[in-house]
Every structure is written in structure tokens, then in C-alpha cells.
């Protein structure tokens, strides 16, 4: 489990903008799709196509307290799932953060 957490700490910490992912869900894909056309760069982890995906989820659940996926992260700050990314999207609020995160090219 130590090795699970510090792989998910290490990928929180080295990518501005971390979206952990199942290839099946739908809200993953609504989540990847509204980064996409806000035109972020983002790293996706499909926990269900990667040998240690579940150990990563255990890890996720443990440090954010939300074992559901999408688990977004912004530079470094746990965002939350779908809806809290189509919320901050729908405020305007979600461009701002990817600007900041350096996720956006301006």
C-alpha cells in the first residue's frame, strides 16, 4: 500500500493537472472531455487498464477520501469528481485554475 501511495503522491505532485480515470466511465469520459476542449494538457490514469489499479484507488481513497473516479487533481489540490469539475467548469472558475496550473498555454 506505501508503494501504491507514493505513486499516486509522485504523479499528483509532478503533472499540473492529474485526472485518475477508468476507460469505461462515462463521468471519466465527461471529465476528460471538458478538459479537452478547454484545451488543458493533462495526464489521464485508466486505473482499470494498469496492473495496479486498484492498489492505486485504495491509495486515492486514502488521501483524498473519494474512492470514486474521476479523481481530479489541479496543481496538486484534489478537485473532485465529474460533477465538481463540470461545477467549477460552469462558473467559469475551471479555466482560471488550469491558467494557473500551467495547463493551459496561453
Known amino acids: 500500500m506505501a508503494q501504491a501511495s507514493t505513486k499516486v503522491q509522485t504523479l499528483i505532485d509532478e503533472n499540473p493537472v492529474v485526472v485518475f480515470s477508468k476507460s469505461y466511465c462515462p463521468y471519466c469520459r465527461a471529465t476528460k472531455e471538458t478538459l479537452r476542449k478547454l484545451g488543458a494538457e493533462f495526464k489521464a490514469l485508466e486505473l482499470d487498464q494498469i496492473t495496479d489499479g486498484a492498489a492505486l484507488q485504495d491509495a486515492l ?27 467549477l467548469n460552469n462558473s467559469g472558475k475551471l479555466e482560471g485554475l488550469l491558467k494557473d496550473s500551467g495547463a493551459l498555454k496561453a
Open 61 to 87: 481513497e486514502d488521501i483524498t477520501g473519494q474512492r470514486t473516479v474521476p479523481n481530479v487533481h489541479i496543481r496538486q489540490k484534489h478537485i473532485g469528481g465529474n460533477s465538481d469539475v463540470q461545477s
